[in-house]
């Protein structure tokens, strides 16, 4: 037995909890760096908050200007905003992109340098600045994890730093947020956590040394980690498709929240897999969303690991809700990769790589760069050499699912 488990100090999670924040991050520190982005900031429910927040603190500054992936120019603005008041304190208000904008902020600030000098696993030396941090989408389970990912336009993917020091101090996921959320986001940031909850549950399991949970933030499946993904897969399963529909569906909105975090707190340890890595440097290329992207990757990379983890596809199956009790492994797991197809068309997914205009000849190049993103390339169950990864993303550009549809027994 080798285990572990990260996570903010306090998780706090139900609705109405952002009445909490300003104490929070009060009892944190005095000098604060609030970033958002500017149509959050728009918003009566953020506005709110920071207002709430001057009340309660000495200083205050806000950058409002995080914009998607995470530039390295975002970065030097935050930090330099985070100088002028010489903050103490992070509150991170947002989307991924502003919670990982904010854990490098912490970095940098307290350790100096550039964010180049602590990319990878590992690299960050300790502890940064007490960050809050508050998600108001359900998708990317930053306010909990290990990891900040960004762009380096000096690179042709984004590049992730990974450490437990990175970790949210508090992590503060209140539903009513997310309930203006628009519907795309919703759907992208949705089925981001869907992959997460699914990549992790079928993560390649690896033995370790007493050494590799420190050393290691990506461990690949536990027992521990099968219980958050199937909880996640579970509530994400039958509400997604409710929340893209309505986002003043309460219930659904709580179920995204919960399960978004559920699954955040899977890939933390699990990691993630081929779909992650292969839509590195797609996403680079097409500048599309992340979770998009993940999403139609999805499926192809499953399918073409099917054989090592039918029983595993055939168990979120059951946790799905689809009536498979009497099916075989087989018969379950093609069941769950035809619902997931249809899912992915409900939210509006494109089917192919073709429909995001990556063009056919670049998919060898896209595999190569993928296969050196160690830290989520060894968690996938299936083979991971450049030809095998090709062959994923030749499938995922011409639309041929037919592998999913198999003779019973």
Not at 45 to 66: L, M, N
Not at 174 to 179: A, F, I, V
Not at 380 to 409: F, K, Q
Request: with cysteine; charged share 20%.
């Amino acid at each position: 037995m080798l285990e572990t488990v990260r996570g903010p100090r306090q998780l706090i999670v139900g609705e109405g909890v952002a009445q909490n924040i300003p104490r929070v991050v009060a009892e944190s520190g005095s000098r604060v760096l609030i970033v958002t982005d500017r149509i959050l900031l728009g918003q009566p429910g953020v506005a709110g908050i920071v207002a709430a927040v001057r009340e309660k603190v000495e200083a205050v500054a806000v950058f409002s200007d995080a914009t998607p992936d995470v530039p390295l120019t975002d970065v030097a603005l935050a930090v330099s905003a985070a100088a002028e008041v010489d903050a103490d304190v992070i509150l991170a208000i947002g989307g991924g992109t502003v919670i990982d904008l904010a854990k490098i902020v912490g970095v940098i600030r307290r350790h100096g340098g550039t964010p180049r000098d602590f990319y990878g696993e590992s690299k960050v030396p300790g502890p940064t600045f007490p960050l809050v941090a508050v998600p108001t989408t359900s998708g990317t389970g930053s306010e909990l994890t290990p990891v900040s990912v960004l762009t380096d336009p000096d690179r042709a993917l984004k590049v992730g730093v990974s450490s437990v020091h990175i970790v949210p101090d508090f992590a503060i996921v209140d539903p009513e947020l997310t309930y203006t959320c628009p519907a795309t986001v919703t759907a992208h940031s949705g089925i981001d956590a869907f992959c997460h909850a699914v990549e992790s549950y079928t993560a390649r399991p690896r033995a370790h040394a007493p050494r590799d949970p420190v050393e290691q933030v990506f461990l690949g499946r536990n027992p521990v980690t099968d219980h958050y993904a199937l909880r996640a897969a579970e509530r994400i399963a039958r509400s997604l498709r409710r929340a893209v529909r309505d986002g003043g569906d309460t219930d659904a909105r709580a179920d995204m929240s919960y399960g978004s975090m559920l699954a955040g707190l899977a890939f933390s340890h699990a990691g993630n897999a081929a779909p992650h890595a292969l839509q590195y440097p797609i996403g680079a290329a097409t500048h599309t969303p992340h979770g998009l992207g993940v999403g139609l990757l999805l499926p192809y990379a499953l399918d073409a690991a099917r054989d090592a983890i039918v029983d595993r596809l055939a168990v979120l199956a059951g946790a799905c809700g689809l009536d498979v009790a009497d099916a075989s492994d087989a018969e379950a797991a093609d069941a769950f990769l035809t619902w997931l197809d249809g899912l992915l068309a409900d939210i509006g997914i494109p089917a192919t790589l073709a429909d995001i205009g990556v063009a056919r000849a670049d998919l060898p190049r896209f595999a190569e760069m993928a296969g050196g993103v160690t830290r989520l390339i060894q968690n996938h169950p299936g083979p991971t050499d450049t030809a095998s990864l090709t062959a994923i993303l030749e499938a995922a550009w011409t639309g041929d699912r037919t592998r999913h549809v198999r003779a019973p027994g």
